[in-house]
């Protein structure tokens, strides 16, 4: 229940093929933003020069150096973009001063960020401040991380072991790739469905007209943009970043460094439904925060790479699963899914698409995904095995005219 994917009819049979996703929904400064890719060689789209400066990122990261914060400049694109890419630096940049930093990643940046896509950019920060300057928070607690009071305790002993055991110890894997733990404490779900109501509150009383998360929901709202970009930076950092390592390391798992966090509204006065679709992310993180309702379940079919979205369904493939306030679900963005309707009550729901500028960039140059995508497993597979016929028919084919 998390994208601007095209829907899809509720009456549809569970085998049947999703329609492809139309076009993603707005994020936060980041998004849009790519990795160049660098052979280390010469000047061209890998790389830009500038007063004689060759401007290359490297292709592996320093896992062992700690970027610099950049939250307190005022820049193009998103602080934590910045403190991302550090680590990708030319080893004799990282001892330089942050200004210096600074400007030979936004050089690279800018030469990978068209105008058009500067100016929209531009438009959607001067949106966000109006928000800010003008909406007065009610819980000023919730915009900076308050682990303890934020999460339960089996989560954050399982983010302090930070071990494959101590992520499996609090999760559920009822289907592959879908994993289910309690995650978020009851006094953080209530406060932040009061936030959300005082923020949709004056939204109204100002006619303030605002973004929707995406094209597919009418109701909801981007808790980056009035305020929650960085608090919520820090959860994917910190918190979901290291269990995505461990779990889905194909999708750029430990190279997440951007993200559009929302809710969205479902009930009878609200949307009912959401379409069969692939969320615009690498690792999906839905939590219900209430309230009292039924229906509403999410149903996954099989994850897929662009070419094939449109691909049936396999039987194995198919898992419904019903929400719980409080409960998280951690899924690839490309495993395709969708929500049936809510037939009593409200449920809200708080969703950060977690995003890797670095797969995205890699993905441009692979065109064999069977690492992750079920369809392209299944090719490879077939391929092995004709090959495999193959080899022995010849091998009978030689045997026979030798004798």
């Not at 919730?142 to 954050?156: D, E, G, K, W």
Request: charged share 25%; net charge neutral; hydrophobic share 30%.
């Amino acid at each position: 229940m998390s994208n601007d994917g095209a829907s899809a009819p509720l009456d549809r049979q569970p085998d049947q093929t999703p329609p492809p996703p139309s076009q993603p929904a707005p994020g936060n400064a980041s998004d849009g933003a790519v990795l160049p890719h660098s052979n280390g060689n010469s000047t061209n789209d890998n790389g830009a020069q500038q007063n004689g400066i060759v401007h290359r990122l490297r292709l592996n990261p320093n896992a062992d150096h700690k970027p610099d914060n950049y939250e307190d400049l005022n820049l193009d694109f998103s602080p934590f973009l910045f403190s991302s890419l550090e680590r990708y630096l030319p080893p004799n940049m990282l001892p330089l001063s942050r200004d210096v930093k600074v400007t030979y990643m936004r050089d690279i940046l800018l030469r990978y960020s068209p105008e058009s896509e500067r100016i929209r950019l531009q438009k959607h920060r001067e949106y966000r401040q109006k928000i800010i300057s003008n909406y007065q928070r009610l819980h000023r607690e919730l915009y900076t991380m308050h682990a303890t009071t934020f999460f339960v305790p089996s989560f954050l002993k399982a983010i302090n072991e930070n071990t494959e055991q101590g992520f499996r110890n609090i999760m559920s894997e009822p289907a592959p790739g879908i994993f289910t733990f309690e995650m978020l404490q009851p006094r953080f779900c209530e406060m932040l469905l009061t936030e959300v109501e005082n923020f949709e509150k004056w939204v109204h009383e100002t006619k303030f007209r605002i973004m929707r998360p995406n094209t597919m929901n009418k109701y909801g709202a981007v808790l980056d943009d009035f305020g929650m970009e960085t608090m919520l930076d820090k959860v994917m950092e910190e918190y979901i970043r290291p269990i995505s390592k461990v779990f889905f390391p194909e999708v750029g798992g430990s190279t997440l460094d951007a993200h559009h966090g929302f809710v969205v509204e479902y009930g009878m006065d609200r949307d009912l439904d959401l379409g069969f679709h692939v969320d615009d992310s690498e690792v999906t993180l839905n939590v219900c925060l209430g309230k009292q309702f039924s229906g509403g379940e999410l149903f996954f079919r099989g994850v897929r790479c662009e070419k094939h979205v449109n691909t049936e369904t396999q039987s194995e493939e198919i898992f419904d699963y019903s929400h719980v306030p409080g409960r998280a679900v951690l899924h690839r963005g490309r495993h395709r899914h969708g929500a049936r309707a809510t037939t009593s009550g409200n449920r809200i729901n708080l969703l950060l698409w977690c995003r890797s500028s670095v797969f995205r960039e890699l993905r441009k140059y692979q065109k064999d995904f069977s690492s992750w995508c079920a369809e392209c497993q299944r090719e490879k597979k077939e391929r092995q095995h004709q090959s495999v016929s193959a080899a022995k028919l010849e091998l009978l084919r030689r045997g026979e005219t030798a004798t």
